[in-house]
């Protein structure tokens, strides 16, 4: 990818040698700062970086909603396994509520400050895998035990699946390419007077230094809020949370 972003650009710079020799003989000269030339680039250039930044921002504020979701997914199916154990033997609904409690807690406690690395734990899939062994291997006497004991293997598939999701979730970011061409095209928006023959002085200094500001307070946001579980838009274990305190309330 890298390789034909530079080949384009490449092209784009012989794009334009092309045309100014073939229009020379055409039109006057353009030297000036707030010439057709300038104008022209000076517009195009900021419709491309709203357009980068625009995507830059939205990418990561929807994969946090939808990360957030998946927790909740993920706790409600902890809870209602939790409920479902009710009917099982003594021994066994202890074990499962026990091991439930223990996921949850190893999940808030241990697992969630991790995840901004963009994994997660080894141990907490060895937490459900240690449940599902257990639930195979437990012994139904009755139609009624039996269906509880299914119900609950049945939501821990479903917490499988959804701790898989929140796997995916957390590894979520925008391509590297893309946080470099948003810094880029930023800073090419700052320094693009220079560049097109303005030598500001005086009062007309201070709206581009107010807009070198605000472009490097959006730059970082971009950087800031791009991974799912780290961030201003950080995904907390509020669901976790709230069903750890559930657990409590069901007899």
């Known amino acids: ?19 100014v020799f073939a229009f020379k003989k055409y039109g006057k000269h ?5 010439g057709p030339t300038a104008g022209h680039a000076g517009a195009m250039l900021s419709s491309l970086f709203l357009l980068v930044f625009a995507i830059a921002v939205i ?18 199916s902890l809870n209602e396994a939790y409920w479902a154990a009710g009917p099982l033997s003594v021994a066994d609904r202890r074990m499962v509520r026990d ?3 223990d996921y949850v807690r190893f999940v808030v406690g241990t697992e969630w400050s991790r995840m901004a690395d963009g ?28 269906a509880a004991r299914d119900d609950v293997r049945e939501r ?17 970011s925008l391509p590297t390419g893309l946080l470099i061409f948003t810094a880029f095209t930023g800073l ?3 320094i693009f007077p220079f560049m097109a023959g303005a030598r500001p002085r005086g009062m007309a200094m201070v709206p581009l230094v107010v ?37 409590a309330r069901i007899p």
């Open 1 to 19: 990818m890298l390789i034909n972003s530079l080949l384009a650009a490449l092209a784009a710079v012989a794009l334009v040698v092309i045309a």
């Open 30 to 34: 353009d030297d000036e700062p707030s």
């Open 59 to 76: 990418v990561p504020w929807a994969t946090a909603d939808t990360a957030r979701h998946d927790t909740y997914t993920e706790a409600q």
């Open 99 to 101: 091991g439930l409690t």
């Open 119 to 146: 994994k997660l734990s080894d141990a907490g899939w060895q937490k459900l895998d240690a449940l599902r062994f257990a639930l195979r291997d437990m012994q139904a006497n009755d139609d009624n035990t039996k």
């Open 156 to 172: 821990i598939r479903e917490v499988y699946a959804a701790r898989r999701q929140r796997s995916i979730d957390a590894g979520a």
């Open 188 to 190: 090419i928006m700052i």
């Open 211 to 247: 807009m070198a500001v605000l472009l490097c307070v959006c730059i970082y946001t971009v950087f800031n809020i791009n991974h799912t579980f780290a961030g201003a838009l950080a995904v907390g274990p509020d669901a976790f949370t709230s069903v750890l305190q559930g657990f």
